[in-house]
């Protein structure tokens, strides 16, 4: 993978799926490996405590979290043996730290939230697309985290940054005299950014992705798709009951943002917008959330439109 700048783009050199290949792939010493675990341990704890749903995610669905330095950054990954991968290279989370560490973890579980494991091939082959997601998750990461901007890396930022793509989005169709969407409406769901990157005459590809994007069909066996997919309608199910019987105003429960707005359609026959707290959150003013479901609840948005 490469979540983030940091690092340059390579592809897996061990067998993403091989657990123990990836233990043993030129491990990094104890010390930084205990460290890179107990942050990873921390964050989820922080993350249990402020945002269960996603910590939940990355607990259930990545039975193996395994320190390695196969992968740059971090990664998450259907094995091929039915079970989900979250993999990350202990450098990396130790020079994160726990704030950063938390924000890259919250950015793993958004890849599993949003189903971009199971996106269409011709879709996880487009570049375009793999950026789209990055723009989107990071966007509801820095918002749902209450962060203004990437978790850094000596002072460098590590990631795509949302408002730097929109930027470069609105200067390209500018120049063409063509209309562009304020900030709040590209970033609304996956296919927005994906579809606006599409009129841009020259669209920004990503250096780094993550390694799943990199990865082919063969890594996502059936027994694992037909499994997280009814993990997802299972989640969603959940989700909304809990809400249903949580006092008026408390969404904590709800997945929100573009990537519940992703998965909508899966369980959109199951989950119309009848669940009490598909009226509890009101956008905020200017805002582009919707009402017609508990999953179109979009945060407050404490990133601001570009310039
Ligand atoms: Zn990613």
């Known amino acids: 993978m490469v979540y983030g700048k940091r690092a340059r783009v390579r592809l897996p050199v061990v067998e993403l799926g091989d657990r123990r ?13 205990a460290r890179a675990r107990r942050l990873k341990e921390q964050a989820l704890l922080d993350l ?58 919250f950015h793993e579980a958004r890849h599993l939230v949003q189903r971009h494991l199971f996106a269409d091939p011709v879709l996880r082959d487009d570049q375009v697309f793999t950026l789209a997601c990055e723009v989107t998750i990071n966007h509801v990461a820095m918002v749902r985290l209450g962060q203004d901007g990437l978790p850094e890396i000596d002072g460098e930022p590590v990631g795509v ?14 120049e063409q005299g063509l209309d562009w ?60 009951r809990r809400a249903a019987r949580s006092p008026a105003g408390n969404c904590s429960t709800c997945s929100t943002g ?27 003013a200017g805002s582009t959330g919707g009402s017609s479901g508990w999953w179109t609840c979009w945060p407050p948005s404490s990133v601001p439109a570009s310039g």
Not at 21 to 33: I, S
Not at 212 to 239: C, K, M, N, Y
Not at 262 to 269: D, E, H, N
Request: with cysteine; proline share 9%; aromatic share 6%.
């Open 21 to 33: 290949a990836l233990e043993r792939w030129r491990p990094a010493d104890e010390e930084t490996v």
């Open 48 to 105: 249990g405590m402020t945002h269960s749903t996603i910590a939940s995610w990355i607990y259930s669905k990545c039975s193996h979290q395994i320190p390695t330095t196969a992968v740059d950054t971090a990664a998450v990954l259907a094995s091929g043996d039915g079970t989900c991968l979250l993999l990350y290279n202990p450098d990396f989370f130790v020079a994160l730290g726990l704030e950063g560490v938390r924000f890259v973890l």
């Open 161 to 174: 940054d949302p408002a730097a793509i929109h930027r470069a989005y609105r200067h390209d169709l500018a």
């Open 181 to 240: 969407l304020p900030y709040d409406d590209f970033v609304a769901t996956d296919m927005d950014v994906y579809r606006e990157l599409r009129r841009m005459r020259n669209p920004p590809v990503p250096g780094p992705v993550c390694v799943h994007l990199l990865l082919d069909g063969d890594a996502l066996d059936q027994e694992t798709v037909d499994r997280i997919s009814s993990d997802v309608l299972r989640s969603v199910l959940i989700a909304a």
């Open 258 to 284: 573009p990537g519940a707005r992703a998965i909508a359609p899966t369980g959109s026959g199951a989950i119309s917008a009848r669940t009490p707290c598909a009226a509890t959150p009101s956008p905020p």
